[in-house]
């Protein structure tokens, strides 16, 4: 039973047009949300987060939205660059556990 | 170190064998946890470590499976008798509490 679920497995997008990459949940009780990066033989590393109390967080070029009622949540990246291009890793919490549960991720490759 | 450090970064082993793998986290980091993430799969969560608390062993996919952390530091995660499903990239993280996972560069275990 996926409890985090990342149904695009790869997206394609031009230099300088925005990426969206999208990530839905089954599970009500999560109350926090996280995007993690990850390139070939390295770790993920961490993007940007949202708290379920807000419907928007931004970063620079990165903004996550989060829909509860929809259980929905994505990640737009604007302009898109050529350095973007790795494996999106979507992330559930739930306040008092310590485990985060991740999606199987998208791989975005911007194409210059 | 400045980052979670993971040893080795390869491993082949044939079936039947015994592995350990290490995991060296940020310094002061309290909380350890170990994911895996097969090939097309997200980041499993295979078990945390949290101070001296009782680790949650809770994703651990069968009794082959065991972690220890010594001394709050360092953790070994050893698979006894490795099959071919267990082929993964093995991943460690460390965090303070409230702040996000910072993750190694993993393990990638092939069983042949």
């Known amino acids: 039973d996926q409890q985090v679920k990342q149904n695009s497995p790869s997206l394609s997008v031009q230099e300088g047009r925005i990426s969206i990459l999208n990530c839905d949940y089954t599970?009500?009780?999560?109350?926090?949300f996280l995007w993690y990066k990850k390139y070939p033989a390295e770790g993920p590393t961490f993007l940007i987060s949202?708290?379920?109390?807000?419907d928007k967080n931004e970063d620079g070029r990165f903004t996550v939205f989060l829909n509860k009622s929809a259980k929905h949540l994505s990640l737009h990246i604007v302009p898109s660059q050529p350095g973007d291009s790795a494996v999106y890793f979507c992330?559930?919490?739930?306040?008092?556990?310590?485990?985060?549960?991740f999606g199987k991720g998208t791989k975005l490759t911007v194409n210059p | 170190g400045a980052g979670v450090s993971q040893s080795p970064s390869n491993k082949v082993t044939e079936k039947g064998k015994d592995v350990e793998l290490r995991c060296d986290p940020i310094s002061g980091h309290t909380a350890l946890y170990w994911y895996r993430q097969s090939l097309g799969q997200g980041l499993e969560f295979l078990i945390y470590?949290?101070?001296?608390?009782?680790?949650?062993k809770s994703g651990l996919p069968s009794d082959r499976f065991s972690a220890e952390r010594t001394g709050g530091s360092v953790s070994t995660l050893t698979i006894q008798r490795t099959q071919q499903e267990d082929s993964a990239v093995y991943l460690c993280?460390?965090?303070?509490?409230?702040?996000?996972?910072?993750f190694g560069s993993g393990t990638r275990l092939t069983v042949v």
């Open positions: 470590f949290q101070g001296n608390s009782a680790p949650d």
């Open positions: 992330a559930a919490g739930q306040g008092g556990s310590e485990k985060l549960v």
């Open positions: 993280a460390s965090r303070l509490i409230n702040y996000g996972y910072t």
């Open positions: 949202i708290s379920s109390i807000k």
């Open positions: 599970n009500s009780m999560f109350d926090y």
